[in-house]
């Protein structure tokens, strides 16, 4: 059951606790306008674009909403410009080091919230990103972090979805790898946790390992993206070797639990 509020209370102490992220790793590299805060139009977003929609026949088209949330229309317009407009391009490692960022952020929050977690990929980077421990420092559960900034701005053009629902990005070929060691190494649930930074819609949300077998089983709307520099590196023998993912899916954001959720799945 969606708890809107104790939700976006959570995702504001997580943004508080995580502000050295922006402070001080992203001080030197290009942002949008609202990327790690969270204002009055947020709130209002995640109201209406998550918590009064109960399935994914429900969504509301963007046009619409812009007649009902201040600014929005607005703060999509610059958002589109700023997203469609090419940038830098991806550089993997750099993706790996702020990936770590916010994993050490929840790890951290967890803590303090009395959840004992850590990573679990020190030594088998197969393994998910963290591990929740009950009190005898048995493992109970496990964390798949992924932090979302970029909407997919031609989501309703290339999947027929509404951006803020569309584009919860996850690589096709490394989920099938990793639900592969999932189901056959850890006999714990696993919960793939998106921590969502769109320009309107900002959260924490997540999946259950079983959700994500369904959707990759029932063949889910899939995209496959252009090749980015990022996505290679060069060998030794100068032979460009690809690291990264072309093929993306979209779980559909209103099948997703909320943070309030999360943290009382975790702590049982």
Excluded at 55 to 81: C, M, N, Q, T, W
Excluded at 172 to 179: A, F, G, V
């Amino acid at each position: 059951m969606k708890d809107a509020d104790q939700s976006i209370k959570l995702y504001k102490q997580l943004l508080t606790l995580s502000s050295h992220i922006k402070d001080n790793f992203l001080k030197n590299v290009p942002t949008f306008e609202n990327q790690l805060s969270y204002d009055e139009i947020n709130r209002v977003c995640y109201k209406k674009m998550y918590a009064e929609i109960a399935d994914r026949e429900g969504v509301r088209p963007l046009p619409e909403l812009y007649g009902e949330i201040d600014g929005l229309k607005e703060l999509y317009s610059r958002a589109r410009k700023y997203y469609l407009t090419p940038r830098n391009k991806s550089v993997k490692g750099l993706d790996v080091q702020l990936g770590n960022k916010f994993d050490e952020a929840m790890i951290d929050f967890l803590n303090k919230l009395g959840i004992k977690a850590s990573r679990a990929d020190t030594k088998n980077k197969r393994l998910p990103d963290i591990m929740i421990l009950d009190r005898t420092r048995n493992i109970k559960a496990y964390i798949e972090m992924k932090y979302h900034n970029a909407p997919f701005m031609l989501a309703w053009n290339l999947l027929g979805r509404e951006p803020y629902e569309g584009s919860i990005t996850m690589d096709t070929k490394k989920l099938e790898k990793q639900l592969i060691e999932i189901e056959s190494e850890l006999e714990r649930p696993v919960y793939f946790v998106h921590w969502v930074d769109f320009p309107d819609l900002k959260g924490i949300f997540f999946n259950t390992n079983e959700q994500i077998r369904m959707y990759l089983e029932e063949d889910s709307e899939q995209f496959v993206r252009k090749d980015r520099d990022g996505d290679f590196k060069e060998t030794i023998y100068a032979i460009r070797k690809k690291v990264g993912y072309s093929e993306k899916f979209y779980p559909p954001l209103h099948e997703m639990g909320d943070f309030s959720e999360l943290l009382n799945n975790l702590k049982k």
